[in-house]
């Protein structure tokens, strides 16, 4: 049971009279508490990659003459990697902002899903480097009424974490079905699996079940987020079926009026 937080306000008016007002601000306590997790996330996420950066430049700044050419070089790659982490941390703050607070982005575009999955399997493709097998199941044609950009980057989100937590060798299917009930996205891995405690929160902003891994492979922790923020604006719903060792399913179902023609 959650405990209620009440604000309490006396009015006094002339003679002995009084009027009590009171407000229930739970859920603006929690919104703060929300927000006060969040901006401590932030700031950790943002401070581990400077620290590290800030490290090698300190150390070279000490001993430029000390280390050789390809030493310095793999420094300065190492810190070029810390970078790229803190600009992808970056991007995908702005796109959480822009999907709870900025304009809405047309929703009505008329997107060909066979089309943008030969685009999701090719960045796939490249983000494997060769150690996976991606294969596409088409079962029916169709187009998605929606967001293009928004579409494309929850359906590339699926796919690259597919990659991201399937250890080389393994195999990422990527699918689209359409029938009466509407159509579906699906992402199918026989990677490392996740443990069923934590499928409920996999959607929370930074919530990562190893955050070591994420970490290596280049996560920020939001993608799911966004994923989950996309979907509600398509009224579309996220399904995850996951087995520890074996692979995952990542599915989003979408209603029949989103569905339409390809074009
Ligand atoms: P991250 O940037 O950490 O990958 P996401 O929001 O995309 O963040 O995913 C949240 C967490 O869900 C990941 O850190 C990972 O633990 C888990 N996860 C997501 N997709 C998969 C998958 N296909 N297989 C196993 N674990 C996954």
Redesign the pocket.
């Known amino acids: 049971r959650r405990e209620r937080a009440l604000q309490v306000q006396i009015i006094r008016f002339a003679g002995n009279r009084r009027m009590v007002l009171s407000r229930d601000i739970s859920k603006l306590q929690r919104l703060e508490n929300m927000r006060r997790d969040f901006v401590a996330n932030v700031s950790h996420e943002m401070r581990t990659p400077l620290t590290v950066v800030g490290g090698f430049l300190e150390t070279l700044i000490d001993g430029l003459d000390d280390f050789s050419r390809d030493e310095v070089l793999h420094f300065l790659s190492l810190a070029h990697e810390q970078s790229s982490r803190m600009r992808h941390l970056i991007e995908d703050l702005l796109a959480l902002s822009a999907l709870e607070t900025g304009a809405p982005a047309p929703l009505e575009e008329g997107v060909d899903v066979p089309a943008l999955m030969q685009t999701v399997r090719r960045e796939a493709e490249s983000l494997s480097a060769g150690r996976h097998t991606v294969t596409l199941v088409l079962e029916g044609g169709g187009g998605l009424r929606g967001s293009a950009r928004e579409l494309h980057s929850a359906f590339s989100?699926l796919a690259s974490?597919?990659v991201?937590?399937?250890p080389a060798g393994g195999h990422v299917e990527l699918g689209w079905r359409v029938d009466a009930e509407g159509g579906e996205y699906w992402?199918r891995?026989d990677?490392?699996?996740?443990d069923p405690e934590?499928i409920p929160r996999?959607?929370e902003r930074f919530?990562?079940?190893?955050r070591g891994?994420?970490r290596e492979?280049g996560?920020?922790?939001?993608?799911?987020?966004i994923v989950k923020h996309i979907l509600n604006r398509h009224q579309a719903v996220l399904r995850v079926d996951?087995e520890p060792g074996k692979?995952?399913r990542?599915s989003m179902r979408f209603p029949p009026a989103r569905i339409g023609d390809e074009s």
């Open positions: 989100n974490n597919a991201r937590y399937t992402v891995d990677g490392i699996g996740i934590h996999l959607t919530y990562r079940v190893d891994r994420s492979t996560g920020t922790g939001l993608g799911l987020a996951s692979g995952s990542f």
